[in-house]
């Protein structure tokens, strides 16, 4: 029994309890579908106090509902987005899969206009890319957009190899490539930091610096955790090496594509993201069941999707996870000038062409505000017309790149740098 409740089998016991949650799920679902068709006497239809208990009723039968529900990967629903007033069909195509992630592009259909192209590279840090679906979406406008599509490690058998900070680099040194040049890139939060290694060595590299985007845009990432430490920087720090290897990793349970495989759970991650903001998260629910009693379904309605998406979380594998704590928040290896990745020093200094554009939330509480613009400061040989940074005021993480000020504030800042950019070039 003991051995059987050892963290490293605790993902069975979480996923038996998950599987039986959702039948609760089906169960309040079931009650909340009934209720709704149940149509009051006449008499009785038009009294109001009656009709608010019964929505009131509801919202909390679909509040159990939402919570008891076990959640797999959201769709990414992007068919279609208009521009000038026209409506643009959209293809989403798989153009190179591996093993741990797909390079998706929304490839627009009957659109002659050439666009600048704009990879997005999704953090890997326990949501899927498709919390960055709204991102992608306003970003289609002005680009021909491709995104990173990473895979739960848990459905990647472990035939497939191992997958490590340094992998990712890789990766996305391919996906650069494989687009071609006159790229830019966006990377958020955890993306940046791989993001910003994969250009340093395609800088200097003599066979590959073509390969160099164009541009990199960074958001909320931490390049140099040593500026304004955040409570996660703290967390990290605090503890050791084992005791994250002893405490947050799991095994995938029998069952899976990648079963055996070790795994820093979703479920960990989420609960850790739950924590940081549980108020918040307090505040929204209540809210939302407000709206419901009070007949405001589509306010109530908007505040359910953002936590269908929001508890959608996926594994990262324990390697990936593991180096990702030592490289970036431990061992500063990478402000330091000290991060070698499979023999090859990540060098900011090598850094001459690609343009870098930072962005930041003066109220960011994941990385403090100094940690994404140390980008610009450790790329000592790119001239100050490729540089720029980005504060916005009164804006916490996710509010840089999703919502109305990133898509009012940020997104237009974006456009213009990368335009600069390309005309600089021709």
């Not at 919502?403 to 456009?415: A, M, T």
Request: hydrophobic share 40%; net charge negative; with cysteine.
């Amino acid at each position: 029994m003991i051995g059987f409740l050892d963290n490293r089998h605790f993902y069975t016991l979480a996923d038996g309890l998950s599987k039986s949650m959702s039948l609760s799920s089906s169960y309040f679902k079931g009650l909340a579908d009934i209720l709704a068709d149940i149509e009051p006497p006449s008499p009785y239809k038009d009294i109001e106090p009656l009709n608010k208990a019964k929505r009131a009723i509801g919202a909390k039968l679909r509040l159990l509902e939402s919570l008891t529900q076990s959640y797999d990967k959201p769709e990414w629903d992007i068919d279609s987005i208009k521009i000038d007033h026209k409506k643009i069909g959209i293809d989403n195509e798989i153009i190179h899969e591996m093993p741990f992630c797909n390079l998706l592009h929304f490839k627009k259909r009957s659109y002659d206009v050439k666009q600048p192209k704009l990879l997005i590279v999704a953090p890997m840090a326990g949501h899927y890319a498709t919390l960055l679906r709204d991102t992608a979406t306003d970003a289609l406008k002005y680009y021909d957009v491709y995104i990173t599509d990473w895979k739960n490690a848990r459905d990647v058998p472990i035939s497939r190899g191992a997958f490590d900070f340094d992998s990712y680099i890789n990766y996305l040194i391919h996906f650069f490539e494989d687009i071609g040049p006159d790229l830019h890139v966006l990377s958020i939060c955890q993306a940046g930091v791989p993001s910003y290694a994969a250009v340093c060595i395609l800088e200097a590299s003599e066979d590959k610096v073509k390969y160099a985007p164009a541009s990199l845009t960074i958001m909320g990432s931490p390049i140099d955790t040593r500026q304004s430490p955040t409570t996660v920087n703290d967390f990290a720090i605090e503890n050791t090496e084992d005791w994250f290897e002893d405490n947050l990793l799991c095994t995938v349970p029998i069952g899976y594509p990648g079963e055996r495989r070790l795994v820093y759970p979703g479920f960990m991650q989420l609960s850790a993201f739950w924590s940081m903001n549980a108020a918040r998260h307090e505040k929204s629910i209540k809210d939302a069941m407000f709206h419901y009693t009070e007949g405001d379904f589509e306010r109530g309605a908007k505040i359910r999707s953002f936590y269908t998406e929001y508890l959608s979380v996926m594994d990262l594998t324990a390697e990936f996870y593991l180096q990702t704590i030592m490289v970036v928040f431990k061992e500063h290896l990478l402000p330091k000038g000290e991060l070698i990745s499979r023999g090859r020093l990540v060098d900011p200094s090598a850094i001459k062409q690609t343009a870098i554009m930072t962005v930041e939330g003066e109220r960011d509480d994941i990385c403090g505000v100094g940690q994404t613009e140390a980008a610009l400061t450790l790329a000592t040989q790119l001239d100050k017309s490729k540089k720029k940074h980005l504060l916005i005021q009164n804006c916490g993480h996710y509010g840089i790149f999703n919502g109305k000020r990133y898509r009012n504030l940020v997104l237009p800042e974006i456009v213009e740098f990368t335009n600069n950019i390309d005309k600089a070039k021709k």
